[in-house]
């Protein structure tokens, strides 16, 4: 039987797994992808806006000659610490269900070959993150192989039509990219302007292709379908249909809180926010605990890698004390 299951080695995970590590206890982390999958799905040449000191875990630096890492960097830096302090972990294994019995949970698992694994914890930790769930937007044609919800890079939209929906830094980086390599680029954006977590010195960048006209910007305004060859823009002037080659749905992400439910948390409000002490990141299920984003509930952007990394060392006090 297993001390602590982790699921989910993204950079909160693995922070737990570490400061589980530093009192003596040596946890098994199970990963439906890779190490850092979040990160590794994020666009290729991005930069964080955190500094490298409030991105790293365990006590290990993370070196960059940049003020602000890059992308690279930080999986280069994750993984790395991951393989030097030996973290046990099981990638390309996606937990199925996590049941609690009497003495321990039942974690029952998947492997990409279709095996079917299971395990025994005295305690779980939950660090599933909500990178591989979007926000659908829940309007026709959404589902066309035209339609993404993530933008890795710029070079495969090429002399395309390509509207962006979306009006945080996401999009903004996005519409910057596609500028460089000779896109068509309208970003549609439902807000009045645009969000002012915007990286403050991409914006006037920003403003400026705006102002030179090589991005259409529509505020106030909404996409209500999408064709083959075209979108459907509603705004306060009316609709109007636009040519489009490609669309990207930049409307972020959300934690999988039917997870949570099925493995007994209660979830409060609106947001769905599950319950857990913040002294301890124990919820009302004893043993099972929560790491990162997926604390959030419905609100993820209450809970960043600097924060959430946070989290392990408390529950691992936690732990160390009930042994």
């Known amino acids: 039987m297993e001390q602590v299951i982790i699921v989910g080695a993204g950079p909160c995970g693995l922070s737990a797994a570490l400061e589980l590590q530093n009192v003596g206890i040596d946890p098994l982390v199970i990963e439906k992808q890779s190490i850092v999958h979040s990160i590794y799905l994020y666009p290729t040449y991005m930069q964080f806006f955190s500094t490298p000191e409030l991105l790293e875990i365990g006590g290990y630096p993370f070196t960059t000659p940049n003020e602000k890492p890059t992308r690279a960097e930080a999986l280069h830096y994750y993984r790395t610490v991951a393989m030097r302090r030996g973290i046990r972990i099981r990638s390309y294994e996606q937990v199925t269900s996590i049941d609690k019995g009497e003495d321990a949970f039942r974690v029952t698992s998947q492997n990409r070959t279709g095996q079917i694994g299971h395990y025994e914890a005295k305690n779980v930790i939950l660090a599933t993150g ?52 000779g896109a068509e680029v309208t970003v549609v954006y439902r807000g ?132």
């Open 130 to 181: 909500y990178f591989d769930h979007p926000n659908m937007i829940g309007i026709p044609g959404e589902h066309l192989s035209k339609v993404s919800h993530f933008f890795r890079e710029a070079h495969p939209y090429t002399g395309m039509k390509v509207a962006i929906i979306g009006g945080n830094n996401s999009a903004v980086d996005a519409a910057m990219e596609l500028v460089r390599v």
């Open 192 to 323: 009045d302007a645009m969000s002012p977590s915007v990286k403050p010195w991409v914006r006037p960048l920003f403003d400026s292709l705006v102002n030179k006209g090589r991005v259409r910007m529509l505020f106030r305004s909404r996409v209500v379908g999408i064709g083959e060859t075209h979108i459907t823009i509603e705004s306060d002037n009316g609709t109007e249909t636009v040519d489009n080659d490609f669309v990207l749905a930049l409307t972020g992400f959300r934690p999988d809180r039917e997870f949570l439910k099925s493995a007994g948390v209660r979830m409060e409000g609106e947001a769905e926010k599950p319950y857990f002490d913040p002294a301890t990141m124990e919820t009302d299920v004893k043993g099972l605990f929560l790491a990162g984003v997926i604390a959030a509930g419905a609100e993820a952007n209450e809970i960043f890698i600097e924060t959430g990394r946070h989290h392990g060392a408390l529950i691992a006090q936690r732990i160390a004390a009930e042994i």
